[in-house]
């Protein structure tokens, strides 16, 4: 069974991945900060951790050291609007595993579909 945890502030776009991936996955599953992915993490150990980096209560990139440290096997992708490399660098550096902006969804579908 394949999960997938999708991580953002922002329920739209959460709806918005669900759509793309969705019917492609067995379970899905969505939080709206880094503090409740990590728990759902735990209790879920999703196969993919699709992760914003800014959402109050904790941010992506905490979020992703955190599940890195609990689970350095962990796949988590970054998906977020901000491009600039102090971003990329700051996601590789938390464990992220890919790096990828939220204007084309497509390249997480083909990111996801690949591993």
């Known amino acids: 069974m394949t999960k997938i945890l999708s991580v953002d502030d922002n329920p739209k776009l959460r709806r918005m991945i ?13 939080a ?7 728990e759902l993490y735990k209790s879920n150990h999703p196969d993919y ?6 959402m109050k209560k904790v941010d992506g990139l905490t979020a992703t050291k955190n ?15 901000h491009d600039k490399s102090v971003f990329r660098d700051a996601a590789m550096s938390a464990g992220a595993k890919a790096f990828l902006g939220k204007d ?4 997480l579908i083909n990111y996801v ?3």
């Open 32 to 38: 709206e900060d880094g503090e409740e992915a990590f």
């Open 67 to 81: 599940i890195i440290t609990y689970d350095p096997l962990a796949n988590v992708i970054i998906l977020t609007a």
């Open 49 to 54: 951790v699709i992760m914003d980096i800014e």
């Open 104 to 107: 084309d969804l497509t390249m």
């Open 18 to 30: 669900a759509s793309v991936l969705k019917n492609r996955y067995d379970l899905f599953i969505e």
């Open 113 to 115: 579909h690949k591993q």
